[in-house]
């Protein structure tokens, strides 16, 4: 009896600890991705509007989280981390108008979702002025931390009219939604299923992966520098350079039904990397790509 315990023990923990491996293991990113980033056409649509094209690109942060690299990227250790930073983006144009990718969320939100960043009020201020001269605003993707900054201004009438989303950002069933019902009420969906233009110099393309309704946007400014912000589709450059996915754990957790898409994009934006190093990826939350960036003047910091 003793000796038949201590094997169905035994096989439990052998099993526990299989499906431990699995869950903190990730989905393999193929070698050859069925995503196709075709640049010359993004950059026909992108000279499709009339009008000039951006001549530069802004940002602020408005937050930001540690979160254990071994979350971000499988395999990387759990007792390092990676900085989280949340971003706003704004596309300026040489008459002054401007147009904003991501509104991000406000501290309130932040805090009721069970997390504790570093945030900075001041930023979010600043984000909402920008939101308020904002020609469109747009989101990488439907998660609060992109778009709440929409839904909980306290100029929700005046920018609402101007933010554009897509048909699957609006029905997308996912919990952390930052998309509500009055936005739902106001908002008719983007009319383009395809890679589209929004406006002079910037193409909004229909990616779901992370979530159902992620996008990429391409900005081409007007001395020829080209952007392309990913959104979350990856969290970190290590999810690109390597590239590898985060565990299957994060997937089953942020419900990430397309989570196949999304490594299919990660050798995508692996392989354009390798082919097109002067195109600027942009990841939502990496610190470190922002950083260089604003180093060598790609990107400015404020808005304006």
Not at 73 to 92: K, L, M, R, T, W
Not at 168 to 191: F, Y
Not at 276 to 300: C, N
Request: aromatic share 8%.
């Amino acid at each position: 009896m003793r000796r038949k315990l201590l094997i169905g023990v035994g096989v439990l923990l052998l099993t526990m600890a299989a499906a431990a491996l699995y869950a903190l293991g990730a989905r393999d990113v193929p070698a050859t991705s069925r995503h196709a980033i075709d640049l010359d056409a993004w950059r026909a649509l992108a000279a499709a509007m009339p009008g000039d094209p951006p001549v530069r690109i802004r940002h602020i942060e408005v937050h930001r989280q540690e979160m254990p690299k071994g979350i971000v990227a499988a395999s990387e250790p759990f007792g390092q981390h990676y900085d989280i930073h949340a971003y706003a983006i704004q596309v300026v144009y040489a008459d002054g108008t401007t147009g904003i990718i991501d509104a991000i969320n406000d501290e309130a939100s932040q805090l009721e979702g069970g997390q504790n960043p570093r945030y900075f009020p001041e930023a979010f201020d600043a984000m909402q002025t920008a939101l308020r001269k904002a020609r469109w605003i747009v989101c990488t993707h439907e998660h609060f931390d992109h778009i709440n900054g929409v839904a909980n201004s306290p100029y929700f009438d005046e920018i609402i009219d101007k933010t554009v989303l897509t048909k699957a950002q609006l029905e997308s069933p996912i919990k952390l939604t930052g998309i509500t019902d009055a936005m739902r009420a106001r908002v008719k969906p983007w009319p383009h299923e395809d890679a589209a233009p929004l406006a002079p110099g910037v193409v909004l393309i229909p990616a779901p992966s992370h979530t159902p309704g992620s996008q990429l946007v391409y900005v081409r400014l007007a001395d020829g520098a080209e952007y392309l912000f990913v959104g979350d589709i990856a969290w970190n450059l290590a999810n690109i350079r390597r590239p590898t996915m985060h565990p299957r754990a994060v997937e089953w957790a942020l419900e990430e039904d397309y989570a196949e898409d999304t490594a299919h994009w990660l050798r995508a934006f692996h392989d354009l990397a390798e082919s097109h190093p002067k195109v600027h990826q942009i990841v939502a939350h990496d610190g470190e790509v922002m950083a260089a960036l604003v180093a060598e003047g790609a990107i400015e910091m404020g808005l304006e």
